[in-house]
Structures are given as C-alpha cells and as structure tokens.
C-alpha cells in the first residue's frame, strides 16, 4: 500500500475529504463518481406469480434463497402464493427479518436459478443500466447497515419484521462509479472469491480424506489373525482405558467461584476442536477445590448435549454434568482414544437412546468398547490422523486470511479509495 492511500485513509478516518474526493450521504467517493438513491437506478420488481408454478424461496440469513418447504417444512399456496414476487436470476431481495448476524435485515442476489418466487414482504428489485455484480459485492460488504438502521422504526413488530416501508428502504443512497470501474472492481472481488470457494473445496476433499483414513486406520485387521495379535488388538472399554468422572458445576451465584478465574471449566458449547484450554468461563483457586479438578491430558467427551463431541483439555480445569472425563490409564494414548471416539458417533447415538433427554451416564459410557492395538501403534496411528488434521487446520488459516484480504479489499475499491483502471 502506498503512503498516498495510506494518508487518504487516515484523513478519512479522521473527518476529513482527501483533494480528489467528496462527501456525499453515503459516504466520502471520488468527486467523478455519482451518488443515487436505489429507488433511482433500480427497478422495483412488482410482477407476481399469479397462477404461474414457480419454485418458492425465502431468505435465510449468511446463506441466502434457500427452498421454502426445506426451511419451514412447508410451501405457501392458494392467494397468498398468487402474492408472491417473481425473481429472474440477477434479481435481488431485501429480507427485512432481523438476525444475530444481520440485525438490519439482509439483501442477496438469485444467481443459482432461472426464476423464483419469494414473499411479497421482501424488497423486490433489479439493476438494468447498473453491474450487477458490483452491488452485490456492496451489499454483501453491509453497506447499507447505517442507513437502515437510522430509518427503522425500532419499534415491535408482531410478524418479527423490522418496522421499515418500502418507501424507506429504496430511499437509501448508493455511490454509482462510472460503469466500466464497477465492472473492473466487482471483477477483481468475484477472483477473490473464487479462490476462498476453490480453497473451501479443498478442505471439505481433505475432510473426507480423513473420514476415509479414520475408518481404514481405527479398524483392526480381523481377516488377519497373526497381524491382529502381532499389533496387540483387543477389545477394550472404556473403564479398562480410563477412569470415568462426570463432571459438577458449581454455585454460580457464588462469585469467589469464577472471579478472577484461571481454571477452564468446560461446557458442551466450548466444544469446538481437538485442544481446549480457552473456556467462555474459568474457575477461581477456590472454585476448582470445590469442583472435580482433572489434570491435564484429560479426554472431555459430552454425554448430554452433541453427544459424543469431545476435546483434549490442555491444563488442568474441570467440567460441567454435561460431560463425562476419561482419565488415562498407563498404556493409552490420549489422542488415540480421542479420533478412536470421534470415529464412533453412530455408536453413541444408539447407546443414548431414544427418550426425551437422550444421556449416556458414566456407567453407560464406562462400558463401551472400542478395538484399541498397542501402545506404539496408538502412537504412529495418532500422529497420521493429527498430520490430517494440521493439513486441514492450514487450509481453514488459508482461507481466513484470503476472507481478510477481500474485506480490505472490499474497504478501498467499493468507495474508490483505491482507484482502479
């Protein structure tokens, strides 16, 4: 980055117009660029499906259009499906639902289908003299957030709509650089995508690669006897492996319990991966004397809720009810019992059961089995899948770092502060 776009964002930030640019309702642009209301450079889109049979789409919210009956169970019919608002592809709609991810609503583009139908309530419209493409990148970038949010009327509604007219929403201010730099800029984002969808790609093939491995590595050789018996299998459960401890949870309104905490007490939802030792809360000196403490190396595994997710606790912490810990016996490795485990969830759905509250108790989990080789092979069968995983784990880095350079990108090019030719 040059030390001009540098300067020119930091007089930005600051306040200020940089020479070449304006101030506009929308924002600071280049000063050959336009600014217009949606209502001006789109068409509102008002054709309905009357008797026509179209595929039914709603709005779900980071995914996009996604089939009606698939989201609610259900499809619409009868005069309020006549109601419904026809989409070609390229056509965009405005969900005016708020979520925990898009609290002012949000906008996509139908671009995986000819034709659609979707509820009257959306914001229905299309770019003909505009690119497409470049808006798309705008809204996807959460452009309009602060515009929307200061016409919403925050009062309640009952049908779990933002209080917003359409009159409001297509007043809304957008830059409108000259047509040939929109083309050149959603360009350049949509390579940026391309490369984030093709890495994504790689890792679900990497996904099923392990998947693959998992099953090949954890099962034992039984159509070979003496390569069974030369590798030490045998069956084994889990209070051969372990012991088994359930986890506690102490007296929340106790305070001196978790302030000033440094023990990760775990809950099924900190349950994200292979290592743990970051928890939403930690227990105080105090609190984990009080509770189970478990050292570290210990095998988390949830009874409870997601059952049969499980993690390595780093350090020593402890853990909620929802949670049996399996504290290794000498002779087992840690990691191998972990993939052993995380291989095995069908396993643990049948043993749950059926009931309201589906549990697996530390007697039920003590006694399950798992084919277990020796010692030396756990170890070189855990460094393979743990190689797997660190491939996998790259990949993710890869593709958060490619997400971070577009959102820059998305930052200069979509209001010209980076110009390009």
Known sequence: MTEEIKGRIEQIKAGQVPEGYKQVHSGTIPVDWNEATISNI????TDTAGEGEYET????AGIGFVNQAQ???REKSGAQYAKYTVLHRGDFSYNK???NLYPQGCIYRLNDRKEAAVPNVFESFRFTAQDGDYYEQLFVNGFLNKQLYSKINHGVRDDGLLNLTGSDFYSCCLPVPPLPEQKKIAEILRQCDKV?????ANVEEEKKRKKWMLGKLLSPPKSNNKTYERDGWKKVCINEIGSVITGS???TSKAEFFENGIYPWVTPTDISSKYISETERKLSKVGINVSKKLPANTLLVTCIASIGKNTILRSEGSCNQQINA???NPGFDTEFIYYAISNQKQYFLKLAGTTATPIINAAIFGKMQFDVPNYPLQKAIAQVLAIQDKCIDLLDQEIFQWQQKKKALMQLLLMGIVRVK
């Open 249 to 251: 949870t102490p007296q």
């Open 196 to 200: 984030i969808e093709l890495k994504k």
């Open 71 to 73: 989201k609610f169970g």
């Open 97 to 99: 639902g708020n979520s």
């Open 326 to 328: 399996l504290i290794m």
């Open 57 to 60: 789409l709603s709005i779900s």
């Open 42 to 45: 789109a068409d509102e889109i």
